[in-house]
């Protein structure tokens, strides 16, 4: 099943600069092994915002639920989940 994620970062400003490099780079090596399991299929940022959005394809949306809840900065994180129905025209 596929899902388009939308991510909004609250993360707040005055949070340490070392922790966040680091729960950056957490997050980075958390994608980059989503994206060799096949859940991720493509990521973009979006422009002049630390939002990011997702398609990913999952078994359910449990499946999906529980992978983006070990984000590091899943506390920070507001999170919107659509899930997708293949278009007619795509069959």
Known sequence: MEFLVHARNNL?????????????T????VAGRWRTEGMLQRLWRVPGRTDWVGLFTADDATVLHDALTTLPM???????????ATHPQER
């Open 12 to 24: 707040p400003r005055d949070f340490p600069a070392e922790r966040r490099a680091e729960m950056r």
């Open 26 to 29: 957490l997050e980075r090596a």
């Open 74 to 84: 899943w506390p920070w994180l507001e999170i919107t989940v659509q899930p997708l």
